[in-house]
């Protein structure tokens, strides 16, 4: 069971100078502290930490510790038998609690603390500061013990994919976009305002949260307007429909067995409850997907959570979607069965990745925090939580409620379903007649369009990869549907449209 949460969130201050902010490892103490404030009064939370077996970190991007968790441990005076780091991924979170409730219900971990930041907003400040004032931050001498590490950890791409620009997500979901697009039959306007007003729903969710980044209103029609302060970023997303990553925050969760909570004095009504997980990933490498608007991977893993559970969709109260970009939600709605529209069951908890905060690795667990606050409010409700790792390539789901599972906490994964399923060949010809399937066009912090990346499709069904750099050919793809167009995939990558 979840005893208690801890989140914070270190705003910029005026006159604060940016060597003096605090560093990732102290904003993972801060929240740790204040979960075991959360987790009841006295020495309640304390006297768990104190019998933690297990500290998991989820690996800070802003900052290279070669074990974070045995700092934390540490500064708050406790020697967990285990320190692991997590692998590169937004579904780590909710992995690790999935991996946490089992060895808890197994009876070999009593309690855990999971626990990550990151700071990239301080990093990125001093980086661009003229007077490049250096960061006093903790640097760990070679000889610190190795963490245990969890998490799938492979390259996120093939060679091929990497060398047509496929090297960050920024590059990679726009692509789904626009197939997400083409496969609804949708026109550019009236797609690009729907996620807009899905996206300006998330705002106003974040202007209620006291731990958001962003907490501001956005509506549809800011989010689309493309300018100074909202530039385009690689179409169809302007900088309000990308995860922000550069804030600095924090969050902490004390996981324990009933009788742990019990013996330490937790409050009943302090207690939620993991109900059922699943874990599974798509298949690894984009050139392989069946398509480029779906996720198995999600509906298989959804549908087993929710049958772990004896549950429907219908019977989530609360959701939070991970939400790096507009499709990442669309998707896992879709699979799993919820509406983007409705105003009794919004997608997230938080406010998104956008306008609550994209801390690296660390969302997920900011959304289970705050997940937790809404069902302790009402007891009896399911939530269902959803991570994602790389390119909507690793997912994790999570049922939580503040009534125990009758059966106690169940997991599975359904990788040999998803491992099944048809795959697509890439291909391996070049000078070759093929089909545009999906595209972005990315742009210079300027604003001027850079270069196009393509997914393309041969005549025998086996997905290519593209690129075009020539004015015409931005413009175009970024002025009508480009998806279903004919082109020619010349020896050299570059394509050449019809």
């Not at 940016?18 to 990732?24: G, Q």
């Not at 958001?212 to 309000?240: C, D, H, Q």
């Not at 772990?308 to 970009?325: E, K, N, P, T």
Request: with cysteine.
């Amino acid at each position: 069971m979840l005893a208690g949460v801890g989140q914070v969130v270190m705003h910029p201050e005026p006159g604060i100078p940016v060597a003096s902010r605090p560093e990732p490892v102290e904003l993972m103490t801060r929240a740790l502290e204040l979960a075991a404030i959360d987790c009841g009064s006295g020495n309640v939370g304390w006297q768990l930490i104190a019998q933690a077996k297990t500290l998991r970190v989820m690996n800070p991007l802003g900052w290279s510790y070669k074990n974070p968790g045995l700092i934390v441990a540490q500064r708050l005076g406790i020697e967990p038998a285990e320190l692991a780091l997590s692998t590169t991924g937004g579904n780590g979170p909710q992995l690790a609690v999935n991996e946490m409730a089992l060895a808890i219900a197994s009876g070999s971990v009593d309690v855990a603390l999971l626990v990550g930041a990151d700071c990239i907003y301080t990093r990125t400040v001093a980086e661009r500061d003229p007077g490049r004032p250096v960061l006093p931050w903790t640097v760990q001498p070679d000889s610190t013990p190795v963490p245990v590490m969890f998490g799938t950890d492979r390259e996120p791409v093939t060679a091929v994919e990497l060398a047509h620009g496929l090297d960050k997500p920024l590059k990679v979901f726009p692509i789904m976009e626009n197939a997400l697009r083409c496969a609804a039959g949708e026109d550019m306007e009236s797609h690009q305002m729907k996620i807009a007003q899905m996206w300006s729903g998330f705002s106003e969710i974040a202007a209620t949260n006291r731990y958001a980044w962003s907490p501001e209103v956005r509506s549809a029609e800011e989010i689309l307007a493309v300018g100074p302060a909202n530039r385009m970023t690689a179409f169809p997303y302007p900088k309000l429909m990308v995860a922000n990553d550069r804030v600095d925050q924090a969050a902490a969760l004390v996981l324990c067995s009933y009788g742990a909570a019990r013996s330490a004095g937790v409050p009943a009504a302090n207690m939620v409850f993991p109900i059922a997980g699943a874990d599974a990933n798509d298949h690894w490498y984009l050139s392989h997907r069946e398509n480029l608007h779906s996720s198995p991977a999600i509906r298989l893993a959804g549908r087993t959570a929710l049958g772990l559970a004896g549950r429907g969709i219908d019977d989530v109260s609360h959701v939070d979607l991970y939400s790096c970009f507009p499709c990442a939600v669309q998707i896992a709605a879709a699979e799993i069965g919820l509406p983007i529209d409705d105003p009794a069951r919004p997608l997230t908890v938080t406010g998104g990745l956008t306008f609550a905060g994209d801390p690296g690795n660390n969302y997920v667990t900011h959304s289970i925090a705050t997940m937790a606050g809404r069902l302790r409010g009402e007891p009896g409700a399911l939530g269902l939580i959803t991570g994602l790792g790389w390119y909507a390539t690793k997912h994790s789901i999570g049922l939580w409620s503040s009534e125990p599972p009758a059966g106690g906490f169940r997991w599975e994964s359904p990788q040999d379903q998803v491992d099944a399923l048809p795959q697509r060949a890439p291909a391996t010809e070049l000078n070759i007649d093929v089909t545009l399937e999906s595209y972005t066009v990315t742009y210079s912090r300027e604003g001027a369009p850079e270069e196009g990346i393509l997914a393309l499709l041969t005549s025998d069904g086996k997905r290519a990869w593209g690129n075009v750099t020539d004015h015409e050919s931005l413009e175009s793809l970024t002025a009508e549907e480009g998806c279903g167009r004919s082109a020619r995939l010349r020896s050299d990558g570059m394509v050449d449209l019809r």
